[in-house]
T-cell receptor
Framework: EDKVVQSPLSLVVHEGDTVTLNCSYE??????LLWYKQEKKAPTFLFML????IEKKSGRLSSILDKKELFSILNITATQTGDSAVYLC??????????????FGKGTLLTVNP | ETGVTQTPRHLVMGMTNKKSLKCEQH?????MYWYKQSAKKPLELMFV???????ENNSVPSRFSPECPNSSHLFLHLHTLQPEDSALYLC??????????FGSGTRLTVV
């Protein structure tokens, strides 16, 4: 059974801190790994990672994938209160050539205090 | 708005009621999904539709019945639900680049 494990499950930091969120996975037919940010509404897309070792960056957020060790990290530098959210890691696998499935971890609840 | 619209946003229903959740996207995506998000659990995949055909039913009880009349619309028909079915139900669509777009969800409470 496909599995995605995120750690920590929750984290409280002060504004300006740097955080690292972890995601490890076990899937049968790995295609890519995705990070989402979820506040009270729809999960919003952050990154899609397909290749190992290539860092993706968007402002203060960055992420990298290690397909050998089967994990990814999401870094947030100089955190702001608006970064408070649940960060979801999901792995896309494909079976039968066309059946895509996205399996999620439980998420990391990040709280950034002023 | 993400381009995936779900209605209603909130729903309270009794265990003997029948209701339907609706999802609509005009992003040109060909695959649509229902996910269930319960407290302290990962998002759980319920149903997958590719080009209007159901390609996955993830062991979902028959009191949940999906319908996909065309590639832009997806419904989830609910009947005789249980209190443990209370959750956030999220619809998503997928583009050819494998990016998923989620709707804002329907917060369902079964009383």
């Amino acid at each position: 059974e496909d599995k995605v494990v995120q750690s920590p499950l929750s984290l409280v930091v002060h504004e300006g801190d740097t955080v690292t969120l972890n995601c490890s996975y076990e899937v049968t037919n790995f295609r890519s790994l995705l990070w989402y940010k979820q506040e009270k509404k729809a999960p919003t897309f952050l990154f899609m990672l397909t290749s190992s070792g290539i860092e993706k960056k968007s402002g203060r957020l960055s992420s990298i994938l290690d397909k050998k060790e089967l994990f990814s990290i999401l870094n947030i530098t100089a955190t702001q209160t608006g970064d408070s959210a649940v960060y979801l890691c999901a792995v896309l696998d494909i079976s039968g050539g066309s059946n895509y499935k996205l399996t999620f971890g439980k998420g990391t609840l990040l709280t950034v205090n002023p | 708005e993400t381009g995936v619209t779900q209605t209603p946003r909130h729903l309270v229903m009794g265990m003997t009621n029948k209701k339907s959740l609706k999802c609509e996207q005009h992003l040109g995506h060909n695959a649509m999904y229902w996910y269930k998000q319960s407290a302290k659990k990962p998002l759980e995949l319920m149903f997958v539709y590719n080009f209007k055909e159901q390609t996955e039913n993830n062991s979902v009880p028959s009191r949940f019945s999906p319908e996909c009349p065309n590639s832009s619309h997806l419904f989830l028909h609910l009947h005789t639900l249980q209190p443990e079915d209370s959750a956030l139900y999220l619809c998503a669509s997928r583009n050819r680049g494998n990016g998923y777009t989620f709707g804002s969800g329907t917060r369902l409470t079964v009383v």
